[in-house]
T-cell receptor, first 115, second 111 residues
Framework: ETGVTQTPRHLVMGMTNKKSLKCEQH?????MYWYKQSAKKPLELMFV???????ENNSVPSRFSPECPNSSHLFLHLHTLQPEDSALYLC??????????????FGPGTRLTVT | QKEVEQNSGPLSVPEGAIASLNCTYS??????FFWYRQYSGKSPELIMSIYSNGDKEDGRFTAQLNKASQYVSLLIRDSQPSDSATYLCAVADFGNEKLTFGTGTRLTIIP
């Protein structure tokens, strides 16, 4: 595997379900991000992890719960979601402590539909 | 509230012509600027980054930055149908890993 991978690629879940999104980066980066992309809206930053520590929680509802067990893996745990949470969820990674430290590389995304 | 503004388009450009995409940003503290290309149904792909005033060229792509005017642009020379995509502008403050994205400009190259 190369780059940033995400599973599953597509997910349909009911509002009472619990599911998790997984992201893995194979780039040796030390920062990982979750974004939400909805139609007609800019990419919304949800969470940032830098060296496994959460450095940003962008006022995200508690029904989204991130987990970063190490600098290569990132999870987004979902529970009791709402239909308006249907979107493309993107994971990204970057390497800090370099001049080009903010070049973020994205995974393919998980297309989430909440019914 | 930091803002990044882009014309949503669609911008239609004949094949072989120069496509010019523009972006303005509100935060004067922004230091890093990026252009991402996103094909329909796919994730954003980093194509250019620029950190200092002036032009930066990479193949058919040229990024232009003017911090005084808070303006960054992307020129695509010899446009190809494969360049048809949405182009996202993103900016970041110095020492801050957070990117602020614009809504993107949809570009269509007409054969």
């Amino acid at each position: 595997e190369t780059g940033v991978t995400q599973t599953p690629r597509h997910l349909v879940m009911g509002m009472t379900n619990k599911k998790s999104l997984k992201c893995e980066q194979h780039l040796g980066h030390n920062a990982m991000y979750w974004y939400k992309q909805s139609a007609k809206k800019p990419l919304e930053l949800m969470f940032v992890y830098n060296f496994k520590e959460q450095t940003e929680n962008n006022s995200v509802p508690s029904r989204f719960s991130p987990e970063c067990p190490n600098s290569s893996h990132l999870f987004l745990h979902l529970h009791t979601l709402q239909p308006e949470d249907s979107a493309l969820y993107l994971c990204a990674s970057s390497q800090e402590n370099r001049p080009t430290s903010y070049e973020q590389y994205f995974g393919p995304g998980t297309r989430l539909t909440v019914t | 509230q930091k803002e990044v503004e882009q014309n949503s388009g669609p911008l239609s450009v004949p094949e072989g012509a120069i496509a010019s995409l523009n972006c303005t940003y509100s935060d004067r503290g922004s230091q890093s600027f990026f252009w991402y290309r996103q094909y329909s149904g796919k994730s954003p792909e980093l194509i250019m980054s620029i950190y200092s005033n002036g032009d930066k060229e990479d193949g058919r792509f040229t990024a232009q930055l003017n911090k005084a005017s808070q303006y960054v642009s992307l020129l695509i020379r010899d446009s190809q149908p494969s360049d048809s995509a949405t182009y996202l502008c993103a900016v970041a403050d110095f020492g801050n890993e957070k990117l602020t994205f614009g809504t993107g400009t949809r570009l269509t190259i007409i054969p």
